[in-house]
């Protein structure tokens, strides 16, 4: 009887790790390697100017020319520890004290999905995208990043990753990068491109300061 217990018991517990794995998506390797690691230049200015590094593109795809790929990279510098920090931006529902983009947000941490409401130049877009934090040795020491795909509303399918490394003392990188592809972007013409790329300075901006706020607040 105890034997069965014990079956039963593992065989429960490895179906919930394995619900909690993330689905067979691919993680383009460039998802953790943005393009400023290898422009020495961007670098110091990142670490010495407080810039925020944002490029949204928007491009037909070579082998299919029926679909559009978006693809947003940002990133920039914030002055406090890494596990500080990604325990700031892993609290989802702050998201909308943090910036007033975020007008919905909601956490199940159950399902490890939340469902996000954002609002731009008169534009609403929902999310419901799931979760994945995961941990990581990199060439640039530990890595502390959140894998996410969207599961529900207008962009299913797209697919991203947070990062946060140590870049020093009590200093640390956070960076994004995010893809979605289709036949048709269910953005305005206002936020293709550069639009995006102005919104998502914006929000970076607001979540720096915040992180930063919240560290002196301890």
Known sequence: ???LIIVVFLFVFSAFALSSQPEKVQWPEDFHNPFWRKKIEVQKRMQ?????VVSAKTEKIRNDPKLYEMRVVAGGDVDVPQDFAFEQISNYEDLKKADNHFVEVHY??????VEIGIEALGYRAD???RVFEVERKTPQGKSREIHWLC???QFKGMKGVFQVLEIGRQKSEISMTAEYSAEKLPLPKVLMGFGLEVIGRQVANQLKRYIVQKYHER
């Open 108 to 113: 199940n941490k159950d399902q490890k999905k």
């Open 1 to 3: 009887m105890i034997r």
């Open 127 to 129: 999310m419901v995208i």
């Open 151 to 153: 599961v529900e509303k």
């Open 48 to 52: 010495n100017e407080d810039l925020i």
